[in-house]
Antibody, heavy 120, light 107 residues
Framework: QVQLVESGGGLVKPGGSLRLSCEASGFIFSDFYMSWLRQAPGKGPESVSD????????DYADSVKGRFTISRDNANNSLFLLMNNLRAEDTAVYYC?????????????WGQGTLVTVSS | DIQLTQSPSSLSASVGDRVTITCRAS??????LNWYQQKPGKAPKLLIY???NLQSAVPSRFSGSGSGTDFILTISSLQPEDFATYYC?????????FGQGTRLEIK
């Protein structure tokens, strides 16, 4: 079954850290760009970070640059997002998503999401 | 960043109605415009990519059009399962950005 399953969300205090994971199955993970996106309550989705199939090309939204780190383990079909120095405005549902072949900005497969709440 | 403005923000319609949702980009993005459907508590689902291309397994009542700055999502005959929020997204520039959404409700 082709799917993405996120984990690692939770409640964290401002300034704290969390590591999100996304496990892929049913497709050749190492062939695809992968992304983390987030969606705050009542808002549209927002791109957080992208990583190329090899892991050599990485992009971040300005709002998370220097605080978040994306990585992947192609041997274990896994994507990660390490989030440091978390702020209240990082509160959102975080989704991992697959970039469509040859056009990675098109996200054709999404996980179910994991909720991150930053609050004291 | 490229801004996307959707209209209307919300829409009430009945089963069987034809519905159109508009997305306007703040600069020309050729045809790098995609549409997603999101139901409450679920992840977005890709419907249309490249302005006009129907994603696999998406019903043919969904269609997309437009180029440059103005784009339209059309649902030809609303079904009960189509009541959801719809987002446009541009994949022309980095960062990819999304519209604010159009909530489609049952009249």
């Amino acid at each position: 079954q082709v799917q993405l399953v996120e984990s690692g969300g939770g409640l964290v205090k401002p300034g704290g850290s969390l590591r999100l994971s996304c496990e892929a199955s049913g497709f050749i993970f190492s062939d695809f760009y992968m992304s983390w996106l987030r969606q705050a309550p009542g808002k549209g989705p927002e791109s957080v970070s992208d990583i190329s199939a090899s892991g050599y090309t990485i992009d971040y939204a300005d709002s998370v640059k220097g605080r978040f780190t994306i990585s992947r383990d192609n041997a274990n079909n896994s994507l990660f997002l390490l989030m440091n120095n978390l702020r209240a405005e990082d509160t959102a549902v975080y989704y991992c998503a697959r970039g469509r072949a040859y056009s990675h900005g098109i996200r054709d497969l999404w996980g179910q999401g994991t909720l991150v709440t930053v609050s004291s | 960043d490229i801004q996307l403005t959707q209209s209307p923000s919300s829409l009430s319609a009945s089963v069987g109605d034809r519905v159109t949702i508009t997305c306007r980009a703040s600069q020309r993005i050729t045809n790098y415009l995609n549409w997603y459907q999101q139901k409450p508590g679920k992840a977005p689902k890709l419907l249309i990519y490249g302005s006009t291309n129907l994603q696999s397994a998406v019903p043919s009542r969904f269609s997309g059009s437009g180029s440059g700055t103005d784009f339209i999502l059309t649902i030809s005959s609303l079904q009960p399962e189509d009541f959801a929020t719809y987002y446009c997204q541009q994949s022309y520039g980095t960062p990819n950005t999304f519209g604010q959404g159009t909530r489609l409700e049952i009249k």
